[in-house]
Structure formats: structure tokens, C-alpha cells
């Protein structure tokens, strides 16, 4: 994949995390969906959905959806660091099978020119 690609697939994996995140946190506050947390977190989540789109269009859809899976991992260590949500055994060891697909995945080169 391209840089410009590469650089793309971190925004659309950090914008889904920071704003699940943000969204999150806000809505857990007293002023809930009016929170600016919530707000800041629509917007991230906007954002990786415009960033997403795009690169759909630059790579195959069987090598994106895996690349950016690793997501799902940075917001388990997100829930876990941030707001200090008790993750069982069971559910870490679904993480590190998402991540070990997400390895394998990325050693594959996109196809889409």
C-alpha cells in the first residue's frame, strides 16, 4: 500500500478509537448528549467515516476491514486504561485473537491499484 494509504488507514483506526472513546465519556457525564466530549466524539467518529470511505476506494475491502480491526483492540485498551472497565479473560483473549488476524492480514499485500 501507499504511504498516502498507509497514512489514511491510521487516521480511519485512531479517529474510530478516539472518538468511541469520546462518545463514551461524554455520555457517561451529567450532560450527556449535549456533553462536549459527545459532540467531539460524533465528530471523530464522522471523520473516520469519511476517512474510511475514502479508502475503501483506494484498496480491497478484504484488507482494510482487517487492517483497521486492530481498532478494536486499542478500544478494549481504551476501555480498560480510560474508563477503567474490568475486562474478563474470555474477552481479552477474543482481543488477541483479532489482533493475531490483523498480523496475519497485514504480511498480505493489498491487490487494488
Known amino acids: 500500500?501507499?504511504?498516502?494509504?498507509q497514512l489514511l488507514t491510521l487516521i480511519v483506526i485512531l479517529s474510530n478509537v478516539?472518538?468511541?472513546?469520546?462518545?463514551?465519556l461524554g455520555l457517561k457525564s451529567s450532560a450527556g448528549i449535549?456533553?462536549?466530549?459527545?459532540?467531539?466524539?460524533?465528530?471523530?467518529l464522522m471523520l473516520w467515516m469519511l476517512a474510511r470511505m475514502t479508502l475503501m476506494s483506494w484498496a480491497d475491502l478484504s484488507y482494510?476491514?482487517?487492517m483497521t480491526a486492530i481498532g478494536y483492540v486499542l478500544s478494549a485498551l481504551a476501555g480498560k486504561?480510560?474508563?477503567?472497565?474490568?475486562?474478563?479473560?474470555v474477552r481479552w483473549?477474543?482481543?488477541?485473537l483479532i489482533f493475531a488476524g490483523v498480523?496475519?492480514?497485514g504480511r498480505t499485500q493489498a491487490e487494488t491499484r
Do not use: Q
Open 93 to 96: 483473549s477474543g482481543t488477541l
Open 18 to 24: 478516539a472518538g468511541n472513546l469520546l462518545l463514551s
Open 1 to 5: 500500500m501507499s504511504s498516502k494509504a
Open 64 to 66: 482494510i476491514l482487517p
Open 103 to 105: 498480523a496475519l492480514v
Open 81 to 89: 486504561v480510560f474508563l477503567a472497565e474490568n475486562i474478563s479473560f
Open 34 to 44: 449535549l456533553s462536549p466530549l459527545a459532540v467531539g466524539g460524533v465528530a471523530l
